[in-house]
């Protein structure tokens, strides 16, 4: 079934006079299990996009149904609250807390779900063998590489077990070899049936995912580059 659908999103800033349409008219579908990359280059929409999927902001126009539930413009309260319980959050730096271990800054995420005390160590190793972490459990975050540190952030926002985990640059603070370690996990968590939804400006990011748009001055558009190899066909 449909996860999210977004139908004639428009936002719109004022700033001293001045519009500036962040969204134009955005509509997209994303079904339960999709891996979706949305790429594009910095100012696009792109971040604004992300503020509306997570229930971070609201459109100026438009219909926004999560798992059905209209969604656009409910209290701030309300979002927050839908947020906690099915939206898991990756940005590109960790935020984890460097005088916790690994397995702490896990379980933390809970209280702010407000989920039983019980069981809660088990859940979060439970995330954490997920992405391949647990035997860094115990670590201080300050002793893993950036790879590890973006994996236990991820096992983070698992614990919840959100409908959806939306990513923003989650790879932009990686080498390369750290960045491919990340998108292997995402890859595993999509086969696991997760519905993931990638925002990035780096098309190798955008190329793991199994469908792809792009948005362009605040429009979504299928992606080109996603059928590049095939350009040259008559």
């Not at 891996?35 to 992300?50: D, Q, R, W």
């Not at 201080?140 to 590489?145: D, G, M, V, W």
């Not at 096992?155 to 960045?179: C, M, Q, V, W, Y």
């Amino acid at each position: 079934g449909s996860l999210i659908r977004l139908q004639g999103i428009k936002k719109v800033f004022y700033t001293d006079e001045v519009e500036t349409h962040a969204l134009a008219d955005v509509h997209l579908e994303i079904k339960q299990g999709d891996y979706v990359s949305i790429a594009g280059p910095s100012g696009c929409g792109k971040t604004t996009l992300l503020s509306l999927l997570g229930l971070l902001d609201t459109p100026t126009e438009g219909t926004y149904l999560l798992e059905g539930w209209p969604v656009a413009n409910l209290s701030a309260a309300e979002r927050a609250r839908i947020r906690n319980r099915r939206i898991g959050f990756i940005f590109q730096a960790f935020h984890l807390m460097p005088h916790r271990s690994v397995l702490e800054n896990v379980m933390l995420a809970e209280l702010y779900i407000g989920r039983p005390r019980k069981g809660r160590r088990d859940r979060a190793m439970a995330a954490l063998d997920r992405v391949s972490l647990t035997e860094r459990a115990t670590f201080s975050p300050t002793k893993l590489s950036g790879g590890q540190q973006q994996r236990a952030a991820i096992a983070r926002a698992l614990i919840g077990e959100p409908s959806l985990l939306l990513a923003d640059e989650p790879t932009g603070n990686l080498d390369t070899r750290n960045a491919e370690g990340v998108l292997d996990v995402f890859r595993d968590l999509s086969a696991e049936g997760l519905t993931l939804a990638v925002i990035t400006h780096d098309d190798h990011v955008a190329s793991r995912a199994s469908r792809r748009v792009r948005i362009v001055d605040g429009v979504l558009m299928p992606d080109r580059m996603a059928s590049a190899p095939d350009a040259g066909a008559p």
